[in-house]
């Protein structure tokens, strides 16, 4: 079946140095499946950052990026100055655009940033 | 801005116990979720739904029921709960067709524990 794989854990980056959380699927049952970012902010409910649904495109929301790879099946999520603020768990989604409009998730990824 | 509201927020039972889990949303989406997150595995789909009657299979369904009454009520039903079914759930709705939809807008969450 499809599935999501993000970097799994806890990643650690100072403020103001640069941030990339990988993401890559497996779209087995549809060419062209939306893909997204949310994000829980503590003490907040799940919310989406930002998501793109052609291949080719880039998302950018707060300051993070993501670029749709159809080749490399990749949708990594990049900022180039984190802050302390950013603190959070991210987690990479896809929709299909068949069977129901079916949405998996990654495994989450929280990241701290230090002050 | 969606709506999506769980009840109860907070639930304990004992092994073998009924739980049932509702989620309303106030905004005609047509399409309804329900996940349950742990740490390190992330969100996982239990079941979904396109509309009142229907009821899409997810991708950890045993030990749960759902019903999808009406537009704005999905409801995730633990006939036996277990021990292993300790967990946050999440209940998402999203509107729309085509690939130009999808995003999801989650409730604040119900945690279950099962004694």
Request: with cysteine.
């Amino acid at each position: 079946g499809d599935s999501v794989t993000q970097t799994e854990g806890q990643v650690t980056v100072s403020e103001s140095k640069s941030l990339i959380i990988n993401c890559t699927y497996s779209a087995t049952s549809i060419a062209y499946p939306n893909l997204f970012w949310y994000v829980r902010y503590p003490g907040e409910g799940l919310q989406l950052l930002l998501k793109v649904i052609t291949a080719g495109q880039k998302g950018s929301s707060r300051g993070f990026e993501a670029t749709y790879n159809k080749e490399t099946t990749s949708f990594h999520l990049q900022k180039a100055s984190v802050q302390e603020s950013d603190s959070a768990v991210y987690y990479c989604a896809l929709r299909q655009d068949t069977n129901a409009y079916k949405v998996i998730f990654g495994k989450g990824t929280h990241l701290h940033v230090l002050p | 801005e969606a709506a999506v509201t769980q009840s109860p927020r907070n639930k304990v039972t004992v092994t073998g116990g009924n739980v049932t889990l509702s989620c309303r949303q106030t905004n005609s989406h047509n399409y309804m979720y329900w996940y349950r997150q742990d740490t390190g595995h992330g969100l996982r789909l239990i079941h979904y739904s396109y509309g009142a009657g229907n009821l899409q299979i997810g991708d950890v369904p045993d030990g749960y029921k759902a019903t999808r009454t009406t537009q704005e009520d999905f409801f995730l039903l633990l006939e036996l709960a277990s021990p292993s079914q300790t967990s946050l759930y999440f209940c998402a709705s999203s509107g729309g067709t085509g690939r130009n939809t999808g995003q999801l807008y989650f409730g604040e969450g119900s945690k279950l524990t099962v004694l």
